[in-house]
């Protein structure tokens, strides 16, 4: 029997259906912000609209109130599953005995025949409690079909038979029944957890204990648990991603605070930052690193390039910009860089430049276009190692833009330009001047 989830009558709304259209709606809301704001994933849209949030509360809402009744529907599997079990030892009692020659013998046979029926019956009873969330009606259509087998002396091994195939589907329900509601629960505590980020004064949001209880299992998001609810992850790309980034931050403000001795805030400022690489300037550098992308996964995003402004931000400028709706700020390649050498640095490092980079054909540099073909690395050394922040990531080589041991990145068929420099504005600095160069090269020409 396939197990599906069972449809309301139109008077009651599915909580389901109607949690699962608000999460899509706030999907939906996401992916045009992300249009409207210029950036190149919804984890970077800026400001959660009143709007949305109600309507995630009232996701939440729905979830929660689901919980219990599946909790409900797996705990009525159980006197059921005991019933039926019983059927099964009485009626393998009747089966040698209906057969007999003796009178006396098939007499007793047919009592347990008549009790075996009963313990069906009761079963049946038992199953049709199972009301919410779960569609039995399969079940108990197979057990009614049992019922009167063992009414009209049916075979009995075709009714131990069909009795233990019955047995196996109720505690598949019992086990659907128990997953769902164990996924509704991490859902509910995802959306709580994302309400509280963009509301201090949220009066719901997860507590410790279902801190501890979940943080192992967000990794990589909860496909599996939106999959198992609502029948897909498919549809809900952002919590799934929302939740594998909460895990990132609860295990770096965890890491925080071992190292200063201290809480570490939700969003860290440059302070803290400050504060924690500092803490750790005494590990090794598989440690220091570790921190770094663990602390630069968890509190930033790669936004895209709006502008060449961008790529100038000040340090200040990157950590005191508003976080996004998932609690990190929006950098981008040079932003990565300059913030990572500003850690780096407190740490032990030593900066020795930046580089900045473009890939770009002749129309591109004749027409400006050039937002979204860069990429900028911090060139640092740490106890003797040289190695490139790049992003989020550690790169174990002494320039990560160009040369051995360079990242593959932008379109590798078209003309590379890269800017060097002490500082970030003076890596792009150069590197414009050689795109300028090149452009009136190409004005020459015409």
């Not at 992916?31 to 409207?36: G, M, S, V």
């Not at 990429?375 to 790169?395: D, K, L, P, Y």
Request: overall charge positive; charged content about 25%; proline content about 3%.
């Amino acid at each position: 029997m396939a197990l599906v989830v069972q449809r309301q009558p139109k008077s009651q709304p599915n909580p389901v259906e109607q949690a699962g259209r608000a999460l899509r709606d706030f999907e939906a809301w996401a992916d045009d912000e992300k249009k409207r704001q210029n950036v190149i994933d919804k984890a970077a849209v800026v400001g959660l609209d009143p709007k949305q949030a109600a309507s995630v509360t009232a996701a939440a809402s729905k979830i929660a109130g689901l919980i219990p009744a599946l909790r409900s529907a797996a705990a009525k599997a159980d006197p059921s599953v005991a019933s039926l079990q019983n059927a099964v030892t009485l009626a393998k009692k009747a089966k040698p005995l209906v057969q007999s020659g003796d009178r006396a013998d098939r007499l007793e046979g047919e009592h347990f025949r008549n009790q075996s029926r009963d313990a069906v019956t009761q079963a049946i009873t038992q199953v049709a409690k199972i009301d919410t969330g779960i569609d039995v009606k399969g079940l108990v259509k197979n057990l009614k079909a049992i019922e009167t087998a063992l009414q009209n002396n049916g075979s009995l091994s075709d009714v131990i038979k069909y009795l233990n195939a019955s047995i196996s589907e109720l505690q598949k329900v019992r086990t659907e029944a128990t997953k769902r509601a164990d996924s509704a629960q991490r859902i509910d505590v995802v959306l709580r957890a994302f309400l509280a980020l963009n509301n201090p004064a949220f009066k719901a949001a997860p507590t410790a204990k279902e801190i501890a209880d979940i943080k192992a299992l967000l990794a990589g998001g909860l496909g599996d648990e939106f999959a198992e609810v609502f029948g897909t992850s498919a549809d809900y790309d952002f919590f799934v991603e929302f939740a594998n980034a909460w895990g990132q931050q609860i295990e770096a403000r965890e890491q925080m605070t071992k190292a200063t001795g201290k809480a570490a805030p939700v969003i860290p400022s440059q302070v803290d930052a400050q504060t924690y690489f500092a803490a750790v300037a005494k590990k090794g550098n598989s440690d220091v690193f570790d921190a770094y992308q663990s602390f630069a996964s968890a509190f930033f995003v790669h936004r895209g390039i709006a502008s060449v402004a961008d790529l100038k931000l000040k340090v200040p400028d990157l950590f005191g910009a508003k976080a996004s709706i998932t609690g990190r700020r929006g950098l981008v390649c040079t932003g990565f860089a300059t913030m990572g050498a500003e850690v780096l640095v407190r740490a032990g490092a030593t900066l020795d430049g930046f580089s900045v980079g473009i890939h770009a054909s002749d129309d591109m540099v004749l027409n400006d276009q050039l937002e979204e073909q860069g990429h900028a690395i911090a060139r640092m050394t740490r106890s003797g190692m040289a190695f490139s922040v790049s992003n989020q990531t550690i790169e174990l080589t002494k320039n990560a833009l160009v040369g051995k041991g360079a990242i593959v990145w932008g379109d590798q068929s078209k003309p590379l330009f890269v800017g060097d420099g002490a500082t970030m504005d003076a890596a792009v600095d150069k590197m414009m001047a050689k795109v300028a160069a090149r452009k009136q090269a190409l004005t020459k020409r015409k």
